[in-house]
Structures are given as structure tokens and as C-alpha cells.
């Protein structure tokens, strides 16, 4: 099941497998580590990273 980086329950990306995500001043950085050229960028909802969480999409 895909994963996602959510804030307030809106789902601002998604994640592909084996992809990791970290905070680097107003961006949000996705990498894949066994892929050094594999790069996206987001900017942060409103330059502000409280409230954002990785969450498993869909349901049960």
C-alpha cells in the first residue's frame, strides 16, 4: 500500500516505494537513497511543517 505525506488530513504527496522525505527549510525533499539522481521537491503548505505525517493510504 502506497504511502503519503499528509498535513491536516489533506494529502500533499505521495510517496513510490522505497522513497524517503526530510525537511530542508521551506522544501520538502524526496529522495530514494539507492538512487542518488532521484530527486522531488514541495514546497511546504504556508512555510510550515507542524502538523505534517507520513500515513498509509486507503482503507481496510
Known amino acids: ?12 504527496a505521495t510517496l513510490e516505494e522505497g522513497e524517503e522525505w526530510v ?3 521551506k522544501k520538502i525533499l ?5 538512487d542518488p539522481t ?13 502538523g505534517l505525517v507520513e500515513m498509509w493510504l486507503g482503507g481496510s
Open 30 to 34: 524526496i529522495t530514494k537513497p539507492s
Open 23 to 25: 525537511i530542508v527549510g
Open 38 to 50: 532521484h530527486c522531488r521537491e514541495i514546497t511546504m503548505p504556508k512555510d510550515d511543517a507542524e
Open 1 to 12: 500500500m502506497p504511502l503519503a505525506i499528509r498535513r491536516k488530513g489533506k494529502v500533499i
